[in-house]
């Protein structure tokens, strides 16, 4: 199992907002920042925020990230046909000295 | 225009080894920390390993200590993954990454190889 845990599914109707939650402890979210991925199927992970709620140029304002305490959300809102996807957050582990990713959470537009 | 390339993957059965090598191009190679993920077959991302600029500090993740190394050669803008005494649960797609300019950790990565697959099967 993953360091950082994350729901395995979650889904909802074009144009509603989406929320997806990560937690971990304070070795890691606790003390670090937190990124997201997003993967499309059958491709590389594309960096969707950084430092737990900055956006990389060319990712919509409809993709924003939060952090509080050992958590941290992703929410999507105006939800996509095209956001359909894998979702993973990640974080640097003080006490492992090493990176940890979450499970990954399969979205779905229905 | 930034691109790491992956290559070396292939079949290899069970205590074997295989390198794998990542040509990076577009940036200063030599300037940037580097690191190496996995994703088996259906799975979610694992971290593999990371290299700071100069080589000098390496980080690895406990499943593969002591088993994998990675190294760099910024004379040849290339990195590097040994692996030694293969298990199948190393089966998996492994990206080379680099992370975001301006001091981004292991975990801060804006640039993905295609990856390059290693079947570890007898």
């Known amino acids: 199992q993953s360091v950082l845990t994350q729901p395995p599914s979650a889904s909802g109707t074009p144009g509603q907002r989406v929320t997806i939650s990560c937690s971990g402890s304070s070795s890691n979210i606790g003390s670090n920042y937190v990124y997201w991925y997003q993967q499309l199927p059958g491709t590389a992970p594309k960096l969707l925020i950084y430092?737990?709620?900055q956006r990389p140029s060319g990712v919509p304002d409809r993709f924003s990230g939060s952090k509080s305490g050992t958590s941290a959300s992703l929410a999507i809102s105006g939800l996509r046909s095209e956001d359909e996807a894998d979702y993973y957050c990640?974080?640097?582990?003080?006490?492992?000295?090493?990176?940890?990713f979450g499970g990954g959470t399969q979205l779905a537009v229905l | 225009e930034v691109q790491v390339v992956e290559s070396g993957g292939g079949l290899v059965q069970p205590g074997g080894s295989l390198r794998l090598s990542c040509a990076a191009s577009g940036f200063t190679f030599s300037s940037y920390a580097m690191t190496w993920v996995r994703q088996a077959p259906g799975k979610g991302l694992e971290w593999v390993s990371g290299?700071?600029?100069?080589?000098?500090?390496?980080f690895y993740a406990d499943s593969v200590k002591g088993r994998f190394t990675i190294s760099r050669d910024n004379s040849k803008n290339t990195l590097y993954l040994q692996m030694n005494s293969l298990r199948a649960e190393d089966t998996a797609v492994y990206y080379c990454a680099r992370p975001r300019a301006g001091g981004g950790g292991y975990e801060d990565i804006d640039y993905w190889g295609q990856g390059t697959l290693v079947s570890v099967s007898s």
């Open positions: 290299i700071s600029e100069s080589g000098g500090s390496t």
């Open positions: 430092r737990n709620n």
């Open positions: 990640a974080s640097w582990d003080g006490s492992l000295s090493a990176v940890v």
